[in-house]
């Protein structure tokens, strides 16, 4: 059933590449958390590493602009907001020159390199999730101040909440220890994992939150770092790890339709991304793609954040021909793509 329709999709995509549908919004704002694959650039502001606010990242943004996205455009959060018809861009809330009136429609807490784990944010001293929890207290202090309390209350209780998380608690936490010290098994860890998850929606929802949407993980074993670092698998992807995304899904899945069942009033979806990113990965070709393997900055292969810069002589010309920006991260177009998979499958009650 999953399959026919993401098969389905494909075919809509190969005629409308990455529009995106535009809709009157019946939600006030879209407000996100997460790691680097929602991060609007709050990691500029934070002493760490991993920061993308320089070129050639953003260079086919709006502007031109490096805002400290990890892609050379626009990431799937800006897209849903543009399509649930808000404005075209998630402002990061620690960006200095945004303020409550840009917050009020649209804002986002996420760090780039972040978990559900506390300690996969510490390996690149990055915000853990509890501390974006944190600004979103402090987020809606300065919301009910600006608008009132009443309608202040309404924007909490009616926007749109996106989580995505949970890559990096796999591949720069869980994989990187040696075996000998780590405490869980993969499914102990997968299980661990879904309990914060569980309690984060949680915490939001006592906080006020009621609508949001919780994604998935990706076929990360596909991802041009991976290849290239396990060189036992050649240029193949890791179903190893692959195996474990899809498994983690099933679990996560499970997970949502608990907490619809246990608090009232919740509006919580699922959004599995990895069929489709698996069908753009095996058909590049029906979304215009060309390139899967490696990754438009750089050789495409091991570049990430200030390895990949303007001082890099191999990166491509021509973004839209790629699947991924980086080792780690989509282009905007697949980014759009993603995106329009979710408004059209996911989303369409919130529209």
Known sequence: MLRNRVLAFLVLTAQLLVMIPETGAKVPALIVFGDSTVDSGNNNQISTVLKSNFQPYGRDYLDGKATGRFSNGRIAPDFISEGLGLKNAVPAYLDPEYNIVDFATGVCFASAGTGLDNATSAVLSVMPLWKEVEYYKEYQTRLRSYLGEEKANEIIKESLYLISIGTNDFLENYYLLPRK????SVSEYQNFLIGIAGDFVKDIYRLGARKMSLSGLSPFGCLPLERTTQIFYGSKCIQEYNNVARD?????????????RELDGLQLVFSNPYDLVSEILNHPEAFGFQNVRSACCGTGYYEMSYLCDKMNPFTCSDASKYVFWDSFHPTEKTNAIVA????KYDLSRFQ
């Open 181 to 184: 010290l780590r405490k869980y």
């Open 248 to 260: 983690f899904n099933t679990k996560m899945n499970e997970k949502v339709s608990k907490l619809n």
């Open 340 to 343: 329009s998979h979710i408004l």
